[in-house]
T-cell receptor, first 112, second 115 residues
Framework: AQSVTQLDSHVSVSEGTPVLLRCNYS??????LFWYVQHPNKGLQLLLK??????LVKGINGFEAEFKKSETSFHLTKPSAHMSDAAEYFC??????????FGQGTILTVHP | ETGVTQTPRHLVMGMTNKKSLKCEQH?????MYWYKQSAKKPLELMFV???????ENNSVPSRFSPECPNSSHLFLHLHTLQPEDSALYLC??????????????FGPGTRLTVL
């Protein structure tokens, strides 16, 4: 069975400071991992994905994530937050049968 | 229209009403999904359709009835719902098979309120 734990339900940063959203996973398989973002009243948009290639994955809008198998982590980072980054972020694990398991989400607030 | 569209975007219904949610994907994908997003809970997969055939039903109550007439359209028929069914219902699509499992693309969702 697989599971995803997002360690923070809320993260608050100031504009221009780094962002770190933490995600740990467990999976019986070699997983594919994703980060999705959801802005208010919008659907989920894919930020980036890890599918067993490079462990450091670059996504859209300056986000990146590093797959660390030894730590079973896939934390999302961005060097400098922008006001438009304020949204809810979901870490997702996918197993070979295609089933997705979502984390509970982290709400990112960006202060001016 | 591009991507995945859902209608209506908002729906308010009584417990005795019958309504339907519609999803359409313009991406040429062969798999479609319904998810339920409730406050303070992770997204829950409800149904999966591959090539118009239902391949997964995650113990969803029978008051939710999916229909997939073709690979581009997916419906969720609702009847005698309960207030706890109020949630955001998200549709997604992806391309599966051929050794590839691509990411899912999501629609904007239908915000359902059951009175």
């Amino acid at each position: 069975a697989q599971s995803v734990t997002q360690l923070d339900s809320h993260v608050s940063v100031s504009e221009g400071t780094p962002v770190l959203l933490r995600c740990n996973y467990s999976s019986s398989y070699s997983p594919s991992l994703f980060w999705y973002v959801q802005h208010p009243n919008k659907g989920l948009q894919l930020l980036l994905k890890y599918t067993s290639a490079a462990t450091l994955v670059k996504g859209i809008n300056g986000f990146e994530a590093e797959f660390k198998k030894s730590e079973t982590s896939f934390h999302l980072t961005k060097p400098s937050a922008h006001m438009s980054d304020a949204a809810e972020y979901f870490c997702v694990v996918r197993v070979p049968n295609g089933k997705l398991t979502f984390g509970q989400g982290t709400i990112l607030t960006v202060h001016p | 229209e591009t991507g995945v569209t859902q209608t209506p975007r908002h729906l308010v219904m009584g417990m005795t009403n019958k309504k339907s949610l519609k999803c359409e994907q313009h991406l040429g994908h062969n798999a479609m999904y319904w998810y339920k997003q409730s406050a303070k809970k992770p997204l829950e997969l409800m149904f999966v359709y591959n090539f118009k055939e239902q391949t997964e039903n995650n113990s969803v109550p029978s008051r939710f009835s999916p229909e997939c007439p073709n690979s581009s359209h997916l419906f969720l028929h609702l009847h005698t719902l309960q207030p706890e069914d109020s949630a955001l219902y998200l549709c997604a699509s992806s391309q599966v098979g051929g050794g590839l499992e691509n990411e899912q693309f999501f629609g904007p969702g239908t915000r359902l309120t059951v009175l």
